[in-house]
């Protein structure tokens, strides 16, 4: 079933939602927006995957679409141009199948491979062009992803984007050692750790590219911008692990903000799912906050001159679709067949994966 109709804009849904996962806030304060591109949208990022070997046909048909990759994207970055907004959903595609990559390689303790792919990401992301025909299609899928990114705004913000994801790769690799090893971070470790692998500044770097222009410092820098920002992925990422708890114990996993809080703080599970949701709720308040700052800084901006102006109204588009994550993550989690644990015939495998194609026996 959709998300909702083809209208951008709704607070209608039909799905149910688990008490304990339910935020009645996130439903009343915070409508439901989706890109008025969102239909073509997801025809062509499934079209993409297929094209792009990214996940088999047979995959692609039954679970693509259900998945919810391209809803998520939708619902982030209004008013992006549709070129933009179709770079970046694949992108974001090709980044959970990356995730399900490293997630099996993990799994199958294939430290040889994920470190092959681990340096051969660090290369194409600098050198994208000099990927596109890789016979791995997870790599030759990035770099088409990159070369389109990096054809809509200057020099500047590429190096900035490369920087981010260097360190998001980096990252990733530390969850695989921390996952092959045992080793669960502390809470304090993890936090620092989730906002590399949940790549909270790529998604805000991304910004950007729906709004055509690159921000200067003194607004990416601001700390209403740079908090309200934050806030929206400390949201998306502590709710994702309230969400997600009962998939990553099915799959050993050891990067949840649940499962630090019961190894260090001695909380039980339940315990730990009430803390998680008070530290989601505790987002949205100070997000609400911090947001009639950020909006402020906007309207300082648009001081009577054009480029005043221009500025002003990117900022405040930014700082709009930083509220919209919000209700496109709470929803996606309930509408994505990522999270609907309980309907897999293997709790600790996903059905989307195809393991043979990975080389697994």
Known sequence: ????????????????????????????????????????????????????????????????????????????????????????????????????RHDRDIVH??????????????????????????PDPLIAGFADCMVRLYAFLPESWNARFARHFHAVIEAYDREFHNRTEGVIPTVEEYLELRRLTFAHWIWTDLLELGVGCVLPDAVRKHPHYVRA??????????????????????????HNLGISLIKYEGLTLEEAVVEVRRRVEECITEFLEVEQGALRLADELSDGTVHGK????????????????????????HESGRYMVDSWDDRSTPPYVNNEAAGEK
């Open 310 to 333: 221009e500025l002003g109204a990117a900022v405040r588009i930014c700082v709009e679709n930083m509220r919209n994550w919000f209700s496109s993550v709470y929803w996606f989690h």
């Open 229 to 254: 920002a934050l806030l929206s992925h400390e949201f998306a990422a502590w709710y994702n692990d309230l969400c997600s708890l009962p998939k990553e114990i099915a799959g050993d996993e050891v």
């Open 109 to 134: 303790r294939r430290s040889d491979a994920w470190r092959r792919l681990r340096l051969l990401l660090h290369t194409a992301l600098d050198a994208p062009q000099d990927h596109l025909s890789h």
């Open 1 to 100: 079933m959709p998300a909702f109709s083809h209208s951008t804009t709704s607070t209608v849904t039909a799905v149910a939602v688990p008490p304990t996962l339910r935020l009645p806030v996130i439903e009343g304060a915070f409508p439901r927006k989706r890109h008025a591109y969102w239909p073509r949208l997801q025809e062509k990022t499934r079209t993409w995957l297929l094209e792009k070997r990214l996940m088999p046909a047979d995959k692609v048909e039954e679970y693509a679409d259900g998945l919810c990759y391209t809803d998520l994207m939708a619902g982030y970055y209004l008013g992006a141009p549709d070129d933009v907004l179709q770079a970046i959903a694949d992108y974001s595609a090709w980044f959970f199948v990356w995730d399900d």
